[in-house]
């Protein structure tokens, strides 16, 4: 069983829905939990943090912790053509030493 | 002003080459990353240092050497490629948050 677990999609949605990004995990030690967001042909770059259990919001993106069932998620709302790309899941129990990542999902917003 | 920078940005060699990859952040950050992107976009860590000292080396063969000269450079360099080694490597700073160079695309031909 792979430490981070996350569906590689594709996903499709159209313009202005709702949408819900998962993954699950197995080990209990992780507290740092991160959402990056990767573009064709770039780096990821960090869309979201979270330390330990709990919700957090920044503009359209909420994340959510759930330690008690092993469950990370993200919510994009009114999504845009631009988000389109490959969300990554990460999660790190060593201060940053060895992050571990998800397999990635990708989203695809049709206009 | 780029935060994490890496070159070459692409590279195309033979098996058996010996080839660098060059990293510098300008972020102040401690630590710095190599990490492996495979064609499925699976994203694993390589190693980890901080303060030049590597703290990681998530069993990569011997023949990736990284150098961190101080603190602002990583640097790996890569002995007798061989075809696996075809990926994008990507140099990141950072802890819990990570900041990402635009990626080196290595292929073996």
């Known amino acids: 069983q792979k430490e981070v677990e996350q569906d590689p999609g594709p996903l499709s949605v159209p313009e202005g829905a709702i949408v819900s990004l998962n993954c699950t995990y197995s080990n209990s030690a992780f507290q740092y939990f991160m959402w990056y967001r990767q573009y064709s042909r770039k780096g990821p770059e960090l869309l979201m943090y979270?330390?330990?259990?709990g919700n957090k919001e920044d503009g359209r993106f909420t994340a959510q912790v759930d330690k008690s069932s092993k469950y990370i998620s993200l919510f994009i709302r009114d999504s845009q053509p631009s988000d389109s790309a490959t969300y990554l899941c990460?999660?790190?129990?060593?201060?940053?030493?060895?992050?571990?990542f998800g397999a990635g999902t990708r989203l695809f917003v049709k206009a | 002003d780029t935060a994490v920078s890496q070159t070459p940005k692409y590279l195309v060699t033979q098996m058996g080459n010996d080839k660098s990859i060059k990293c510098e952040q300008n972020l102040g950050h401690d630590t710095m990353y190599w990490y492996k992107q495979d064609s499925k976009k699976f994203l694993k860590i390589m190693f980890s240092y901080n303060n030049k000292e590597l703290i990681i080396n998530e069993t990569v063969p011997n023949r990736f050497s990284p150098k961190s000269p101080d603190k602002a450079h990583l640097n790996l360099h890569i002995n007798s490629l061989e075809l696996g080694d075809s990926a994008v490597y990507f140099c990141?700073?950072?802890?819990?948050?990570?900041?990402f160079g635009p990626g080196t695309r290595l292929l073996v031909l």
């Open positions: 990141a700073s950072g802890q819990e948050t990570q900041y």
């Open positions: 979270t330390y330990s259990s």
């Open positions: 990460a999660m790190d129990g060593t201060g940053g030493f060895k992050t571990i």
